[in-house]
């Protein structure tokens, strides 16, 4: 998913609408914009994509200089209304609005604790779970958050809006990024720097692991609410998620991908007549292998721009539907070539089976991929989407036997350090490394509880 948020200005709703549009890749389920027109709530939520669920009036009918708002992720199984953000919710004669990126693994346990002790709950998103710590807290708000963050266990970037505050938080590890910006006096939070770009905001810098920014009419006050921890950025976001024109910690998202690519030749150099990227997220990898082969980079694949992320739409067939729907192989560049396949991850193998089989079809003499992460084999508990482990084919198989199973001459996976080293951060450095538990296991957290919660927002 995405947040974003904005504190003094009078666009504030136009300003959101244009930063989520920013961060639509983020999420194209559902979206929601809440403002605050000093004390009065306005807000609107809908399914699909942020230019569909907002129109002008719209716009028009969300008064004031304060907004917070969300697009949200799809994910297995819960695609309705009831779970858009943000959530607004009566707090102490006022309104209190919440939206997050991220997945709290310890959710169902704080859930069953406040349902005992008398809570009644409508949704059953993580960010209910929060307001009612909030609201039973007899502290003052910005003290009752601290309180209620301190509970949480997972990855996860917070906005919390109400008549006076605005507060933007992230967890102690820093799973999930959020930016601050600056735009004339205002102030901005983004999921992703790409969307200050967009509204000619001014990058100040990365919301820190644990802490907690606060927004109120003195100004930002910079406190935390958790001693930073091993810094542990999510890697799916330089991998995968985030948009190339984005920064995290000061790394652009392309000139990494396009490292990735170059390590991977490194690692795994194969004569070949083309390179080609599968679109959008592996053009930079494709590129950075191009660059240190010498073999030419080709548009082999290319992506209908109008149709939404395959991995967004819930069921297997429907996805399976969607790959053909969204790529096509350019025959005339593919034909009687040996084709060097680059691609971000393979995480049921469905994906790669048909992409090389596409060019095959089209006339690809050998199809040798080449992927910038390492293999998928642990499920994700901090709200990027990962099917069933069951499900994960490298949980099961070899990389020769995944090979065969997605029909490539050859098969190479980015090896970890590979990894770190196109990011260009370390885990054993404190406070200044990556998760990769989905590649080797090493969760940042806890996260094996009786029933810990496995998906809710990325
Ligand atoms: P699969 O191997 O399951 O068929 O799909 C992998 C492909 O899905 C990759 O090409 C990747 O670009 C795309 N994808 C879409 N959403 C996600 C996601 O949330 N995580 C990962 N790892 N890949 C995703
Ligand atoms: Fe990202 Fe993987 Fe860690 Fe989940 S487990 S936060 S997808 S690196
Ligand atoms: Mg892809």
Redesign the pocket.
């Known amino acids: 998913c995405g947040v974003f948020g904005v504190f003094g200005h009078p666009d504030a709703a136009n300003l959101s609408y244009y930063g989520l549009h920013a961060l639509q890749h983020r999420g194209e389920e559902s979206c929601g914009i809440c403002t605050s027109d000093d004390g009065t709530f306005h807000y609107h939520r809908g399914m699909g994509l942020v230019k569909e669920v907002f129109d002008r009036d719209r716009l028009e009918s969300l008064k004031g200089k304060q907004a917070i708002g969300h697009v949200r ?1 799809s994910t297995s199984g819960s695609s309705h209304l009831g779970n858009a953000q943000p959530l607004v919710f009566k707090y102490r004669g006022g309104d209190l609005a919440v939206c997050t990126n991220g997945n709290l693994v310890n959710e169902p346990i704080i859930r069953k604790e406040l349902e005992e002790s008398g809570s009644i709950f409508q949704t059953t998103s993580d960010t209910e779970v929060i307001a009612h710590l909030i609201a039973r807290s007899s502290k003052d708000l910005v003290e009752a958050v601290k309180d209620a963050f301190l509970r949480l266990i997972g990855g996860f970037a917070f906005l919390i809006q109400t008549k006076d505050y605005l507060i933007a938080a992230c967890d102690p590890q820093g799973l999930r990024p959020m930016v601050m910006g600056r735009l004339g006096e205002a102030y901005i939070f983004s999921s992703e720097s790409c969307a200050l770009e967009t509204i000619g905001a001014e990058f100040v810098r990365d919301v820190q692991p644990g802490e907690l920014l606060v927004l109120d009419k003195d100004g930002l006050r910079e406190d935390r609410f958790a001693p930073m921890e091993r810094r542990a950025m999510c890697s ?1 976001e330089y ?3 985030a948009r190339p024109d984005s920064d995290i910690y000061g790394a652009n998202l392309h000139s990494t991908r396009k490292r990735m690519g170059q390590i991977l030749a490194q690692e795994s150099f194969v004569d070949a007549d083309i390179v080609t990227g ?1 679109p959008d ?2 053009i930079s990898a494709a590129i950075g292998y191009a660059e240190q082969t010498g073999i030419p980079y080709e548009l082999g694949l290319i992506k209908n721009k109008y149709t939404g ?4 739409q819930p069921s297997q067939e429907l ?1 399976e539907k969607g ?1 053909k729907m969204k790529l096509s192989a350019v025959r005339k560049v593919v034909e009687g070539k040996r084709v060097v396949m680059i ?12 992409i090389v089989n596409m060019l095959r079809e089209a006339g690809a003499l050998e199809v040798h991929v080449r992927i910038t ?1 390492p293999p ?1 084999m642990n499920p994700c508990y901090y709200g ?4 069933n482990p069951a499900d994960l ?1 490298a949980s099961s198989k070899s990389v020769e036997e995944i090979r065969q199973a997605i029909n490539a001459d050859s098969l190479y996976f980015l090896t970890e350090r590979g990894l770190r080293d196109a990011v260009g951060i370390y885990p054993d450095e404190y406070a200044n490394g990556l998760c990769m538990a ?1 590649f080797n296991n090493d969760y940042p957290t806890p996260v094996r509880f009786e029933d810990a919660k496995l998906t809710s927002c ?1």
């Open positions: 992720y799916m991998i995968y998620f599968v997220s592996s992320r395959t991995f967004i996805r790959v691609d971000d991850s393979i995480v049921r193998g469905t994906t790669s089976l048909r992460s998928f990027i989407d990962t099917p084919i989905c990325s």
